[in-house]
């Protein structure tokens, strides 16, 4: 999983401003603002869905802007941008599976979005990619914050097989590549994708 999105657009800023939002559903129902959210978010994912890592295109049918702490409950969240993240429509793992569980809660879940800034949690300090495809937790963290890792991962069930098939096979290939010399930064530009994936190895 990716780190919290944290560079709100110019677009969304004067928006505010202009129209101080309440509701994202009916006060920023504008499509150029919608637009501009979704190309801001995009970009620093690099192209990547915010949950599972695999590469997006700008594309509605494919990607949707979710709200990692679901509007419909956390109301004053709505229009906050870092509780915003572009997911891909897997039905199976990501937003579209975390949605049909129950709401998000920090006291069991990692605090992705959090409107204490200190108590932000980045999700790289907490998970690991193995070689087998999995994703697990890391062994230096506390008891508690193990158990709400693999909650989180449990919650977007991002060990889903086809996602561990697809990171194994990219483990396969990454072996390949340093076999042959390639520094990892390189073999990453080869995919562009998975990008914590790469870090920890
Ligand atoms: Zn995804």
Redesign the pocket.
Known sequence: MLNPNHNEPECFISFKVKNSPHSYQDDCNDYELRLCLREALIKEQKYQ?F??E?KILNDTSKVHIDHIKQRDVYHKLECKYSNMAL??N?KT??AKFKDKQEIWDDSKFLRIFSENSELQENPSDFFIYRSNGKIGVKKTLSENEKKRAINTIEYLNLNHKNLIQVRENIFLQLEMYKNNGYQIDEIYTFFNEFENLFKGN
């Open positions: 869905c949950y599972c695999k997911s891909c897997e793992h990501c």
